[in-house]
C-alpha cells in the first residue's frame, strides 16, 4: 500500500521559513510527478509545486503565488520530496498536504484531480 508522510509544519512568525518533507513508501515506478497542495477551510486544494521525479529531469513548477519564495526538491533515491518555504506570509497559514501523481492534465502544478495519492497533511501556521 503507498503511503505518503509529510513532516515540518509548525508555527513561525511572518518573513521566517519552514522546510516541508515528504517521505514516500512502495510507491509505483509509474509514478511521475510529486506536488504540494495547502487548502484553508472553506476552500478548494490549491497546488503550490510539483516536480517531476524521474531521473534527470527534476523539472519544477509553482504557483504564482509562492514563485520566489518556496522551493521544490527531491533526494537521490526520490523518496523523500522536500518544500522550502521562505519569506513565509500570513497568507500561507493552511494545511499542506504531499501528492504523487502519473501524469498532470495542462501547464503548471496541475489539479487536485490529477493526484491519486495523498497525505495526511501537516499544519503551517504564520503569524504577523
Known amino acids: 500500500q503507498v503511503a505518503l508522510v509529510e513532516a515540518g509544519g509548525g508555527s513561525v512568525q511572518a518573513g521566517g521559513s519552514l522546510r516541508l518533507s515528504c517521505t514516500a513508501s512502495?510507491?509505483?515506478?509509474?509514478?511521475?510527478?510529486m506536488g504540494w497542495f495547502r487548502q484553508t477551510p472553506g476552500k478548494e486544494r490549491e497546488g503550490v509545486a510539483a516536480?517531476?521525479?524521474?531521473?534527470?529531469?527534476?523539472?519544477?513548477w509553482y504557483s504564482g503565488s509562492v514563485n520566489g519564495r518556496f522551493t521544490i526538491s527531491q533526494d537521490n533515491g526520490k523518496d523523500t520530496v522536500f518544500l522550502q518555504m521562505d519569506s513565509l506570509r500570513t497568507e500561507d497559514t493552511a494545511m499542506y498536504y504531499c501528492?504523487?501523481?502519473?501524469?498532470?492534465?495542462?501547464?503548471?502544478?496541475?489539479?487536485?484531480?490529477?493526484?491519486?495519492?495523498w497525505g495526511q497533511g501537516t499544519q503551517v501556521t504564520v503569524s504577523s
Open positions: 501528492a504523487a501523481a502519473l501524469r498532470i492534465s495542462g501547464p503548471g502544478v496541475g489539479r487536485a484531480r490529477d493526484y491519486i495519492y
Open positions: 516536480i517531476d521525479i524521474r531521473l534527470n529531469v527534476g523539472r519544477t
Open positions: 512502495r510507491l509505483p515506478d509509474s509514478v511521475r510527478y
